[in-house]
Antibody, heavy 121, light 106 residues
Framework: EVQLVESGGGLVQPGGSLRLSCSAS????????MSWVRQAPGKGLEWVVN????????SYVDSVRGRFTVSRDNAKSSLYLQMNSLRVDDTAVYYC??????????????WGLGTLVIVSS | IQMTQSPSSVSASVGDRVTITCRAS??????LAWYQQQPGRALKLLIY???TLQSGVPSRFSGSGSGTDFTLTISSLQPEDFATYYC?????????FGQGTRLEIK
C-alpha cells in the first residue's frame, strides 16, 4: 500500500522558516517524480513544486521561487521542503504527492493527508 | 493557465446524473485530471488524460473533452460521492486547479 506521511508543520512568525518532511512507502520512491501541493484554509489547491526522481529537474511556482527549496533523499524514501521568509499567505495545508507514471505523469496519483503550516504573528 | 469550474456547488440526490465542467484559459490538449476531496481523507485521483479512469475508480465516473473544455460526469450518484471535485491541467507548469465544485446532498 502506498503511503505518504507529511510532518514538520506548525505555527511560525512571518519571516521565519520551517522544514517539511514527507516519508514515502509502498512504492519505488527513487523512480518517481514527487511534488508539493498546498491548500489555504477553505480555499482551492495550488501546485508548489515538482521534482524529478533524480533531482535533476525542479520547477517552482512563482510565488515561492527563491524562498522555498525542495530536496529528496532516495535512500530514505523522503521528500523535503525548506520554507524560508515565510509570509502570511503561505498559510496552508501542504500535501506531499506522488506524480503519476507514463500517461498520468502530469497528475498526482497519490496524496498524503497533509501538514498544516500557519504563518502568523 | 487558468482553470474555471462550474458550477461552484450543486445539490443532487442519490441516483442523479451530475455533470461538472472545467474550462482552460488556453489549450491543454488532454492533460486534464479530476480529483475528489472528502474531509479527513486523502485526495483521490479519479481521471487523467481527460478521459482515462484511474485504477479502482468506479465506472459511474467518466470524463471527456480536449483543448479547453472538459466535463466530469457521475452517471448515478452514490452516497459516497458527495464531496468536492477539482480539475487540474498539466499542459504547462505551474499546473493549476479549478476552484472546486462542492457536490451536496439535496
Amino acid at each position: 500500500e502506498v503511503q505518504l506521511v507529511e510532518s514538520g508543520g506548525g505555527l511560525v512568525q512571518p519571516g521565519g522558516s520551517l522544514r517539511l518532511s514527507c516519508s514515502a512507502s509502498g512504492f519505488s520512491f527513487s523512480t518517481r517524480w514527487m511534488s508539493w501541493v498546498r491548500q489555504a484554509p477553505g480555499k482551492g489547491l495550488e501546485w508548489v513544486v515538482n521534482m524529478k526522481y533524480d533531482g535533476s529537474e525542479i520547477s517552482y511556482v512563482d510565488s515561492v521561487r527563491g524562498r522555498f527549496t525542495v530536496s529528496r533523499d532516495n535512500a530514505k524514501s523522503s521528500l523535503y521542503l525548506q520554507m524560508n521568509s515565510l509570509r502570511v499567505d503561505d498559510t496552508a495545508v501542504y500535501y506531499c504527492v506522488r506524480m503519476g507514471g507514463l500517461e498520468a505523469r502530469r497528475t498526482a496519483d497519490q496524496w498524503g493527508l497533509g501538514t498544516l503550516v500557519i504563518v502568523s504573528s | 493557465i487558468q482553470m474555471t469550474q462550474s458550477p461552484s456547488s450543486v445539490s443532487a440526490s442519490v441516483g442523479d446524473r451530475v455533470t461538472i465542467t472545467c474550462r482552460a484559459s488556453q489549450g491543454v490538449s488532454t492533460w486534464l485530471a479530476w480529483y475528489q476531496q472528502q474531509p479527513g481523507r486523502a485526495l483521490k485521483l479519479l481521471i487523467y488524460g481527460a478521459s482515462t479512469l484511474q485504477s479502482g475508480v468506479p465506472s459511474r465516473f467518466s470524463g471527456s473533452g480536449s483543448g479547453t473544455d472538459f466535463t466530469l460526469t457521475i452517471s448515478s450518484l452514490q452516497p459516497e460521492d458527495f464531496a468536492t471535485y477539482y480539475c487540474q491541467q498539466g499542459g504547462g507548469f505551474p499546473y493549476t486547479f479549478g476552484q472546486g465544485t462542492r457536490l451536496e446532498i439535496k
